[in-house]
């Protein structure tokens, strides 16, 4: 059962005192009553309080001096200022040093009761966010990161060096990956860990949306405008904002986040006054926009000052050694969320794993696992239990043919030399577009483009797709 919140209710008038602190126990808080600022500071000091409704024109201390004693020695308290009508400009003043909200005298118990229900709201959501905040720097230590392959390790060492600077990074890779994973991680472990970390997917929301979404808007800057919004880059401030599937950004907004880039500087919609503000940026997108640039679809100076620090997360394919980590990870997570007893995973079970090819990557391996958590009957995962698609496994080529001579081979050449034909093969069945290809061989685009590059291979007639 939820323990009642306190209240301290301080007010140089004996009846509105009286009848403000009834009114509060009747609705189910906790009161103590001050009629003085000097009364109310002396029963701070023997108890706490979660709530002070206080007058603002008393004699003595008056309620702007006590907020700013609460401000200094009981922050977390929420202080609500009473305020006659004559004194309004100095409520407003009391905002802005640190009051939750005002009430213009005499207060109606609805109004009061109204605005210590947002107060509770707002004190449960950060003592949430507190506890998230602690739980994601757990979370994103670089000894929770699940990954033991080179790539994974070669990300981890990119992080280490990157998270202390305050540069631009953008992550690239396929969906599922986790690319946002690397952007929390880059956070939680920079200088800027203590600020917020505040991610948003430019492609799930409207373009005609977005732009209030990132840079806030002004009261009445269109329809349904009714007050001034701060947007996520100003949430951001001090702190790292990661803005998702950047490449779905319309070519409007990326001239705007370009002179942000550059300045640190933008208008809110609807605005004239320039806010600046202290966020790192942190992008992250599934699509190629070097081809984007190609195409026109992306600006060409907004991706050069996003790509100070390119990190490019590898799919789960290329990564084949951190399967049965990963399996064993979310097994043991979603037997522990779900109360089933842990299962084991079939020696043919996972050999089917790590032969599949995951299009869908880490988060399809966790779906997979989750659903054998629930639907297994044995305690061990078969590989009967698989899905269908899972346990047809491709056909391996034949390498018999190669045989090793009395006088040894040249593995390195003999790779070589099977690579680069396996590739131009490749390339001759997808009719020279280098996509296609790239799938036929089980590797991302830019991965084969990098091999060809380093290779020095050609084929006539080449697509760039």
Same mark, same amino acid.
Request: charged share 30%; net charge negative.
């Given at each position: 059962?939820?323990?009642?919140?306190?209240?301290? #209710? #301080?007010?140089?008038?004996?009846?509105?005192?009286?009848?403000?602190?009834?009114?509060?126990?009747?609705?189910?808080?906790?009161?103590?009553?001050?009629?003085?600022?000097?009364?109310?500071?002396?029963?701070?000091?023997? *108890?706490?309080?979660?709530?002070?409704?206080?007058?603002?024109? @008393?004699?003595?201390?008056?309620?702007?001096?006590? /907020?700013?004693?609460?401000?200094?020695?009981?922050?977390?308290?929420?202080?609500? @200022?009473?305020?006659?009508?004559?004194?309004?400009?100095?409520?407003?003043?009391?905002?802005?040093?640190?009051?939750?909200?005002?009430?213009? +005298?005499?207060?109606?118990?609805?109004?009061?009761?109204?605005?210590?229900?947002?107060?509770?709201?707002?004190?449960?959501?950060?003592?949430?966010?507190?506890?998230?905040?602690?739980?994601?720097?757990?979370?994103?230590?670089?000894?929770?990161?699940?990954?033991?392959?080179?790539?994974?390790?070669?990300?981890?060492?990119?992080?280490?060096?990157?998270?202390?600077? =305050?540069?631009?990074? $953008? !992550?690239?890779?396929?969906?599922?990956?986790?690319?946002?994973? !690397?952007?929390?991680?880059?956070?939680?472990? *920079?200088?800027?860990?203590?600020?917020?970390? #505040?991610?948003?997917?430019?492609?799930?929301?409207?373009?005609?949306?977005?732009?209030?979404? /990132?840079?806030?808007?002004?009261?009445?800057?269109?329809?349904?405008?009714?007050?001034?919004?701060?947007?996520?880059?100003?949430?951001?401030?001090?702190?790292?904002?990661?803005?998702?599937?950047?490449?779905?950004?319309?070519?409007?907004?990326?001239?705007?986040?370009?002179?942000?880039?550059?300045?640190?500087?933008?208008?809110?919609?609807?605005?004239?006054?320039?806010?600046?503000?202290?966020?790192?940026?942190?992008?992250?997108?599934?699509?190629?926009?070097? +081809?984007?640039?190609? &195409?026109?679809?992306?600006?060409?100076?907004?991706?050069?000052?996003?790509?100070?620090?390119?990190?490019?997360?590898?799919?789960?394919?290329?990564?084949?050694?951190?399967?049965?980590? /990963?399996?064993?990870?979310? $097994?043991?997570?979603?037997?522990?969320?779900?109360?089933?007893?842990? +299962?084991? %995973?079939?020696?043919?079970?996972?050999?089917? @794993?790590?032969?599949?090819?995951?299009?869908?990557?880490?988060?399809?391996?966790?779906?997979?696992?989750?659903?054998? #958590?629930?639907?297994?009957?044995? =305690?061990?995962?078969?590989?009967?239990?698989?899905?269908?698609?899972?346990?047809?496994?491709?056909?391996?080529?034949?390498? *018999?043919?190669?045989?090793?001579?009395?006088?040894? %081979?040249?593995?390195?050449?003999?790779? &070589?030399?099977?690579?680069?034909?396996?590739?131009?093969?490749?390339?001759?069945?997808?009719?020279?577009?280098?996509?296609?290809?790239?799938?036929?061989?089980?590797?991302?685009?830019?991965?084969? !483009?990098?091999?060809?590059?380093?290779?020095?291979?050609?084929?006539?007639?080449?697509?760039?797709?």
């Amino acid at each position: 059962m939820k323990l009642p919140f306190r209240i301290l #209710v #301080v007010d140089d008038e004996a009846t509105t005192l009286a009848l403000i602190s009834e009114q509060l126990r009747e609705a189910g808080y906790e009161t103590e009553a001050a009629s003085s600022g000097e009364e109310a500071i002396q029963k701070a000091r023997q *108890s706490r309080f979660e709530f002070v409704v206080t007058d603002l024109s @008393m004699p003595g201390m008056d309620g702007m001096e006590l /907020l700013a004693y609460f401000m200094k020695n009981h922050p977390e308290t929420y202080v609500i @200022m009473l305020t006659g009508f004559g004194t309004i400009a100095t409520a407003v003043e009391a905002m802005k040093q640190g009051a939750f909200d005002y009430l213009a +005298k005499p207060a109606k118990t609805d109004e009061i009761l109204l605005v210590l229900k947002r107060a509770e709201e707002m004190m449960l959501l950060k003592a949430e966010n507190d506890l998230l905040r602690s739980q994601l720097k757990e979370r994103y230590c670089f000894d929770k990161i699940i990954g033991k392959s080179e790539p994974m390790q070669a990300i981890y060492r990119m992080i280490e060096r990157v998270a202390r600077t =305050d540069s631009t990074v $953008l !992550i690239t890779g396929e969906s599922g990956t986790g690319k946002e994973l !690397i952007a929390n991680a880059l956070h939680y472990n *920079s200088e800027r860990k203590d600020k917020p970390f #505040v991610p948003i997917n430019c492609g799930a929301i409207p373009e005609e949306l977005l732009e209030s979404e /990132l840079f806030g808007h002004e009261k009445g800057s269109f329809t349904g405008a009714y007050r001034e919004r701060l947007g996520r880059f100003e949430l951001a401030h001090q702190g790292t904002i990661f803005l998702d599937e950047i490449g779905e950004m319309s070519y409007k907004l990326q001239v705007k986040l370009l002179r942000f880039l550059q300045e640190k500087k933008f208008e809110r919609v609807g605005g004239t006054r320039t806010v600046q503000v202290d966020t790192r940026i942190v992008a992250a997108t599934n699509k190629d926009l070097e +081809k984007l640039v190609a &195409e026109g679809a992306f600006r060409e100076d907004l991706f050069y000052r996003l790509n100070v620090i390119p990190i490019r997360v590898p799919p789960l394919r290329e990564r084949t050694e951190d399967i049965p980590l /990963l399996a064993q990870h979310f $097994l043991k997570q979603h037997s522990q969320q779900k109360d089933i007893l842990m +299962k084991k %995973i079939s020696r043919a079970a996972l050999a089917a @794993m790590q032969n599949y090819l995951w299009p869908g990557n880490v988060r399809e391996l966790e779906n997979a696992i989750e659903r054998l #958590v629930i639907l297994t009957e044995g =305690d061990e995962i078969q590989l009967d239990d698989l899905p269908e698609r899972m346990c047809q496994r491709q056909a391996k080529p034949n390498f *018999s043919s190669i045989g090793l001579e009395d006088n040894g %081979i040249d593995l390195k050449g003999t790779l &070589e030399d099977l690579e680069n034909n396996l590739i131009l093969e490749a390339l001759k069945k997808a009719g020279g577009v280098k996509n296609q290809a790239a799938k036929l061989l089980g590797l991302n685009r830019t991965t084969l !483009i990098e091999k060809m590059k380093k290779k020095k291979l050609t084929y006539p007639g080449l697509f760039t797709e």
